[in-house]
Every structure is written in C-alpha cells, then in structure tokens.
C-alpha cells in the first residue's frame, strides 16, 4: 500500500516490537514515514509500542507484509532465518518491498528466499545497546549503524540509516560475523567485567561498588577509545609481576565467584600478551607474568 504522504516516504511495518524493533519505527515515523503495523506478542512488546508507536494498529504478520512498502525483522537473530524462509514458503513476500534485519550476526544471505521472491533485502545493524524507551531516540544520533547490501541497493540503506539520525558504516558480507564479535566483546564483556568487580567490592563491603568504579571505567574506557594502545595501564602493563601474583591469591577465596576468578586470569593474560605484542614489556616479563597467573610459559 502506498504512502501517500511525502514523496519518497514508505508504508513500515515492524515485525518483533522488542527495544529495537520499536525504536526503529519510531525513527522512521519521526522521519515522516507511515508505520502501518507493528506485530507483537508479550505484554512488554505490546506496551512498547503503544509508548513508542501510539495509534499503529497491532497486525498479524501476513498482513503486515500484505501492506508494508519496508517491513523490519527486529528478531531474535536465531529466529530470523526461520522465519524468512516460512513467509517465502507461504509466500508472502512482494516484488520489490523492501526488507530489512537488524540482526548484527548476518548480511543479507539470511534474507535469500525473500529476496528470490523479489525482495529486496538490506542488513542494518545500529551499533548500540537499547533501552526500548524514548530516550533511545535521542542516542541514534550517536550511533553508527553496520550496513550491508548489494551495490545495487546500499545508497537505499544508507538512506534509512541517515533518516534515522545515525551513521552508516559498510561491512562486508563476509565480515559481518566478526564484525559483530566485536561489538559483543566490547559492549557484552564490558558489562560481565564491571559486575565482576563490583562483586568483589560489594564482598568486602563497600556499600556502593558503582561510585568506586564509576570515575575509573569512564575515564578508562574514554581513554581507550581516543588513545588506543597508549591508554593501557596497571600492573600487568608495568610489568609488576609481583602485584599480579597478589591478585591471583587475593581472587582463589571461596568467597570471591569462579566466573570472576577466570575472568581476571583470562582478562590478565590477553593483556600481557597485548602489551608484548606492542613491545609495553619484554619477553622475560611476560614469562614472569604468565608464570604468576598460573600460566605456562614459552
């Protein structure tokens, strides 16, 4: 169905209303796009998008694509490829109607059976953890979104990418999954290491680990992203083996959770060998340090 508003603006639908989904289409309609239904199933997703997509009626998903010009798969990414391939078997999909994931795992090989029905298939992926409120609207404009498509088509993702407020940034098919091992890494460990020291605060009780820790992992993490390598600090980049061989006895307690044992050890060892890498420490510090993380040495 077309929109008959705005030259160039498309009929939406939005299938999977999670903090993404939602999002998303809020973006476009702000965009002046026309979100002409979303599918929803949970009580959270349904109340999401009646905060974030008040009047958009709540439709079954073969007639969201029945209507939708742009339809947006926000699924789980272990259910999109399922579900692709089940609305192309029912044969759902049209000639032309544009169709888009956002799942950071994949490009658009996923979106194949849509696309041999004459879909048009676009991978957009924003590079940000989402809340699923309002204030995730004002955050894309700080977001960077990883896109993939054929030649043919990629002006028209990054199209809804920049309407959407954010910054597109090609990946290559095949690249996509370790482009999105990298997010994960980065957003995901970040997350796992700072409950883990909280854990160790709270332990020996500090009342409020995150104001402990607040200052130092802003300005590290800061630091790390305008300086790269030369941000890298603590013990094991100054080489202080001794220091180390503390942490790991202070870390074997029963008390202290087996997750944030192995986390130190693994976190400790990566960054010795990063910091030998890029000539931080020699060869025979290294050797001291992994000795001291019960580590063999080379």
Not at 91 to 115: C, D, I, K, N
Request: net charge negative.
């Amino acid at each position: 169905m077309r929109n008959k508003g705005k030259p160039g603006r498309l009929g939406v639908g939005v299938i999977g209303a999670g903090k993404v989904g939602a999002v998303l289409g809020a973006a476009l309609r702000a965009a002046e796009h026309q979100v002409i239904g979303v599918h929803a199933v949970s009580e959270s997703s349904l109340e999401r998008a009646e905060l974030l997509l008040p009047d958009v009626p709540v439709l079954q998903i073969p007639e969201i694509l029945r209507r939708a010009e742009l339809v947006i798969l926000a699924v789980p990414d272990d259910a999109l490829a399922d579900l692709v391939s089940g609305l192309a078997a029912a044969g759902h999909w049209q000639v032309g109607q544009l169709v888009v994931h956002t799942a950071g795992r994949y490009g658009t090989e996923v979106l194949a059976p849509a696309m041999a029905a004459g879909a048009i298939g676009l991978a957009i992926h924003p590079a940000m953890t989402f809340t699923g409120m309002s204030m995730d609207l004002e955050r894309l404009g700080d977001c960077v979104f990883g896109v993939t498509a054929s030649n043919m088509v990629l002006p028209i993702a990054q199209a809804l990418v920049v309407e959407m407020g954010g910054e597109p940034v090609v990946i290559a098919e095949e690249d996509r999954v370790k482009y999105h091992a990298a997010l994960s890494h980065a957003s995901n460990h970040l997350v796992t290491v700072a409950g883990q020291s909280a854990g160790i605060l709270a332990g020996i009780g500090v009342e409020h680990p995150e104001r402990v820790l607040s200052a130092l992992m802003r300005a590290s993490l800061e630091n790390a992203l305008a300086s790269g390598e030369g941000a890298l600090t603590g013990p094991v980049a100054r080489g202080d083996v001794q220091t180390v061989a503390a942490h790991r006895a202070a870390l074997a307690g029963e008390d202290i959770g087996e997750d944030t044992r192995e986390g130190y050890l693994a976190m400790s060892r990566a960054t010795a060998l990063r910091a030998h890498a890029r000539g931080l420490i020699n060869r025979g510090t290294l050797d001291g340090i992994l000795a001291a993380l019960g580590e063999p040495t080379h």
